[in-house]
Every structure is written in C-alpha cells, then in structure tokens.
C-alpha cells in the first residue's frame, strides 16, 4: 500500500515517472499528427516508413527493408502488397539471388517523393517545437534504441 506521504514525485512506479507510458504517448500522438498528411497520399504511416526507405535508395531486398524499418519480413509483406496494389512499388526476384525479393519503386511511388518533401516541415509546425529541440530528442531516442537492442 502506497503511504498517504507518498507523491508520485517519489514513486517509483508512478505511471507519469514511466519512460515506457511516456514513449507510448508520444508515439501514438505524433504518428496522429502524420495522419491527415499522409491520406492525401493513400498512404499509412508504416507505408510512408517504407517508401522514405526506398527514397533513400533502389532497389532493396525485402531483408534489407526488414533491417532498416526493425520489423518482420511477415510485418512488411501485407505493406509491400498494398503499396504494390497501388502502383508505387514493385516486387520481384532479384536477378542476382532468386531467393530475394527485390522491392523497387514505379514512376509513381518515386515522383510521390516530390509531394512528401512537404510533410517534414508540417510535422514540425504542428509539433510547435524548434528543429534543434526535436534534433537533440532524435539524438536521445537513438541512444535509447542503441541501448535496447544491446539488452534484447
């Protein structure tokens, strides 16, 4: 039982002292604010994650895409289809290695980059906080990511 001169300034297990409730919040509010910015692309935000990796370079194999984005190849196989569905990426075997899917963007899904250039800039005007602020919480978020990977 938590002592009535307990405050959740000195409890431990206070769910606002939480990195794990805080992480979470932040996560799910700032992945909202991509939301209405994304539908007018028919993208989700994992789509979009996708395609920001294929921007940066073409084509990747579905373990490739697996290793930057940190998810499942089963995670990424109904993105990959939808994306696919709607003309912005291709999927086939790599010439190279057959047993690789070589994922690569159509004309589409590459000119699409175009109008995406615009929803970094909007992110951080809805967030209302300075590029040097969300710089050095990138930098921290890393190092969090770094340190988790290290202990899994």
């Not at 692309?41 to 194999?61: D, E, F, I, N």
């Amino acid at each position: 039982m938590i002592s009535a001169q307990t405050t959740a300034g000195d409890d431990p297990l206070a769910l606002e002292r939480q990195v794990c409730f805080a992480l979470s919040i932040a996560s799910r509010n700032v992945v909202a604010l991509y939301r209405p910015l994304l539908e007018p692309m028919g993208l989700t935000h994992p789509q979009y994650l996708v395609m920001l990796a294929l921007w940066g370079g073409t084509p990747l194999s579905v373990k490739e895409l697996s290793r930057l984005l940190a998810q499942e190849p089963a995670t990424l196989s109904p993105l990959l289809k939808r994306l696919e569905a709607i003309g912005y990426i291709t999927r086939s075997r790599a010439e190279s290695d057959e047993r690789l899917l070589a994922v690569g963007l159509t004309e589409k899904g590459a000119a699409l980059r175009e109008q995406a250039l615009a929803i970094p800039p909007a992110v951080v005007e809805r967030l209302g906080m300075e590029r040097a602020e969300l710089e050095a919480l990138h930098a921290v978020l890393t190092r969090v990511i770094a340190a988790t990977d290290r202990t899994s």
